[in-house]
């Protein structure tokens, strides 16, 4: 549902405030360790990348250095969206040495994070390859770091699903419920944010159908088996979006997208977090 380009990361005033919190946490009142080292020491360090990976996440990775070290020179070989084997050497760095040790472990989780995002989301969208199936995220993320996961969702050739509750609506079963059926929650949604996308989800190919007959911009089949899904792809007959969700995972998502649906939302892309493991390694200079 996101419109950004594909590897826009978030406003740089985001970034930072995601900084100033690892920071928080981190340093507090400030780095005891760091203060060992003399003041005007510099160092440079390299940073490896231990296993094969999709690289997500620079853009928080150098803002840590440079709140500390607004002179640091990091020099990547690689963007955001590339593919790294193991034992790669990524990036130099070289600066002051409190700043490098102080800065390091918040730019490595930010690293090692998003390029887990990315590297899983990239697994996904090569299983679904020559099926023109979409895979999409969804709310299912870090709290605090919606963006930047979503942001690595992308680096990893996936899609965004709304960013939140506010950019799009998507009516579920406690929504009918309480709206009195599929029909009246339609309706209000309709009357009450008609520049919004509308998807609605269904649990059986009846509601399919009533769904398909109010005029909703895309459906979500929740939970479907393949054979209900080629179907549903069947009753649609391209008057509506179809969206798998529930049960999908790397053994199954092949045979779901075969069945003609146009997106597959997943969300053990952000909510699974798996982290790349990165080194950093310094010497003094």
Known sequence: MSHVNPLDPPDARLIDADIERAFAEDLGSGDATADLLPAEARAAAALTCREDAVMAGIPWFDACFRKLDPDVMIDWRVRDGERVAAGSVICHLRGRARALVSAERSALNFLQLLSGTATITAAYVAAVTGTGVRVLDTRKTVPGLRLAQKYAVR???????RIGLFDAILVKEN???????????VAAARALHP??????????????????????DRIMLDNFTPA????????AAGR???????????????????????????????KHVRAIDLSLRLQLS
């Not at 419920?177 to 029909?183: M, Y």
């Not at 209900?228 to 009753?235: H, L, N, P, Q, T």
């Not at 995972?249 to 952000?270: K, N």
């Open 155 to 161: 680096c990893g050739g996936g899609h965004n699903h």
């Open 175 to 185: 929504h009918i419920t309480a709206a009195g059926g599929i029909e009246p929650a």
């Open 195 to 216: 520049a919004l996308l509308l998807e609605i989800e269904v649990e059986t190919l009846e509601e399919l159908r009533r769904a398909i007959d109010v005029g909703v």
């Open 228 to 235: 209900m899904m080629a179907e549903a792809v069947g009753i």
């Open 240 to 270: 509506v979006a179809l969206e798998i969700s529930g049960n999908v995972d790397l053994h199954t998502i092949g045979d779901y997208a075969r069945t003609g649906v146009d997106f597959i939302s997943v969300g053990a892309l952000t």
